[in-house]
């Protein structure tokens, strides 16, 4: 499993947000089964006032249907149903789910990661990354994200929303590493839906159960 304390800030819609802490959470259940959790704390500007609390969260499960790592092959696929609870500040339909599936191409250094499904927000959105590590364990990851509504009442994707990021993550020893994140959004029609700038970091404590002897 892991363990993970991270900070963010966000700048976009003529409106800005810091999370600290964000609390990040994962164990493995099972060979082929994991949870995980991010809960966030949040501190917003907007239009001169300011307010604070628990941000959108979010609650995953994994579920392996191939592993390359334990059948020693290149590809890996998985579904990853999430569950969202946005911040008390929505007043109506906090709740939602979205359900992808994901594939992973694995070539020496290099992985390349896909993922599409739909989210029950009113939209369907697919998304590709490369991960690139060298053989120090640091790591580079470039990633592409499109969203597109299949409903009118889709919040926040009228007109679909594509978004780019970049992340480095390095490890301090077997246990611990260090990450740090850039994105924003590359095309909205929506102005007050862009995101300008979101960068993040923080620290990830991974930890094994003992095996009995």
């Known amino acids: 499993g892991?363990?993970?304390?991270?900070?963010?800030?966000?700048r976009g819609g003529g409106a800005s947000l810091v999370d600290v802490?964000?609390?990040d959470a994962s164990y493995a259940v099972h060979d082929r089964v994991q949870l995980g959790m991010s809960i966030p704390f949040y501190r917003s500007e907007f239009e001169g006032?300011?307010?604070r609390g628990v941000d959108d969260m979010y609650f995953s499960g994994k579920i392996v249907l191939v592993d390359p790592a334990i059948q020693d092959a290149r590809w890996g696929i998985a579904v990853i149903p999430v569950l969202e609870v946005l911040s008390p500040g929505f007043f109506e339909d906090r709740v939602h789910v979205a359900l992808p599936i994901s594939a992973e191409f694995r070539a020496s250094a290099v992985r390349v990661y896909g993922s599409t499904g739909y989210f029950s927000r009113g939209a369907v959105f697919g998304a590709g990354a490369v991960e690139w590590s060298s053989e120090?364990?640091?790591?580079?990851?470039?990633?592409?994200?499109?969203a597109r509504p299949t409903s009118d009442e889709a919040a926040g994707l009228a007109g679909g929303r594509s978004d780019f990021s970049i992340a480095v993550g390095h490890p301090v020893n077997d246990a611990t590493s260090v990450y740090v994140a850039f994105g924003r959004t590359l095309s909205s029609p929506d102005d007050s839906n862009k995101t300008t700038a979101a960068i993040s970091g923080?620290?990830?404590?991974?930890f094994s159960a003992k095996s009995n002897p």
Do not use: D, E, N
């Open 136 to 146: 120090q364990g640091t790591s580079l990851t470039f990633g592409l994200t499109h």
């Open 21 to 23: 802490p964000i609390i």
């Open 2 to 10: 892991s363990f993970g304390l991270g900070v963010g800030y966000f």
């Open 49 to 51: 006032t300011t307010s």
């Open 202 to 206: 923080g620290i990830s404590f991974s």
